[in-house]
């Protein structure tokens, strides 16, 4: 076996190492900014609960993401909409999304209500859980979901102008076809009971917990679809919490990348030892 340099093989080699290491950095990075959003979530947790009306007031508008809240108003059923590709316990459905009109206030906030099956979450099926119109509850406050580079679009059904399924809180895409301003901030239910003491450590591990699988990040169809009733109708929507993928993800990308880097020049320098140089 002799070794026959490429310049060609080895320079594609090396830019595409290059690249791998980069894909690694940016997950560095994200690493480190993941664990900075996780102990701000945590220490904003930890404050306690307050009036909707008194957070606003705060100028620190930073300190709103995570903080408990008590909110109190009406929903608005007709402009009700879903967050679909959800899941519950490996059930397939949808996250349900209802805009609340504050008590004493000309405000709108969006309140998640809670997963759905999803036989259940169209539009007809949910009426039947459009109940009650008056509303209170201590919540989580959570930040806008914004559509990612390459990310598929969110987009009204054939015929329709109003789009009732979405595939995230776009607050600012979701403001376009309501008829009235709502906050830049979404609520997430954590008790109806007002008075209820809130176990923390329940809530941190029901928020940073890693997806169930890869259906979920490529908005691909769940086996269950078709076994969606088999739920206490009384307790839907089941209140859920939209999940913080953990620190430890990322860093386990940042390894596999420099592996696949290091594979690459492998490859590169294996490819370039032969048995005998052919000549044309």
């Known amino acids: ?130 109940t009650t119109k008056e509303f209170k509850c201590i919540c989580l406050l959570k930040e806008s979901n914004p559509r990612r580079f390459l990310s598929p679009k969110d987009e009204a059904k054939v015929g329709e102008k109003r789009i009732d399924s979405w595939l995230r809180v776009d607050l600012e895409e979701m403001q376009k076809q309501l008829p009235y301003k709502i906050l830049p901030y979404y609520a997430e239910i954590l008790s109806e009971d007002i008075n209820a003491t809130i176990d923390l450590s329940l809530v941190e591990k029901e928020m940073v917990k890693s997806s169930a699988g890869k259906e979920e990040l490529f908005f691909l169809p769940s086996r269950r679809i078709l076994n969606s009733t088999d739920f206490d109708h009384s307790t839907l929507p089941i209140p859920v919490f939209s999940t913080v993928i953990p620190p430890g993800r990322h860093l386990g990308y940042v390894y596999e990348w420099i592996i696949i880097g290091a594979a690459i020049l492998l490859i590169g320098l294996l490819l370039q030892f032969r048995g005998k140089k052919f000549t044309y």
């Open 1 to 130: 076996m002799k070794f026959y340099f490429s310049k060609k093989t080895t320079l594609i080699c090396v830019v595409l190492a290059l690249l791998c290491l980069r894909a690694s950095y940016w997950q560095w990075n994200r690493y480190n900014q993941k664990l900075e959003y996780i102990d701000k979530l945590k220490s904003n947790l930890k404050l306690p609960k307050q009036d909707l009306s008194s957070i606003l007031s705060n100028d620190q508008k930073t300190d709103i993401i995570h903080r408990k809240a008590l909110i109190e108003g009406e929903f608005d059923f007709s402009q009700e909409m879903v967050i679909r590709n959800r899941q519950h316990n490996e059930e397939r459905g949808a996250f349900v999304i209802t805009p609340l009109k504050l008590k004493n206030s000309d405000q709108y906030i969006l309140v998640n209500r809670g997963f759905l099956p999803f036989l259940l979450a169209t539009k007809e099926k949910r009426k039947e859980y459009q």
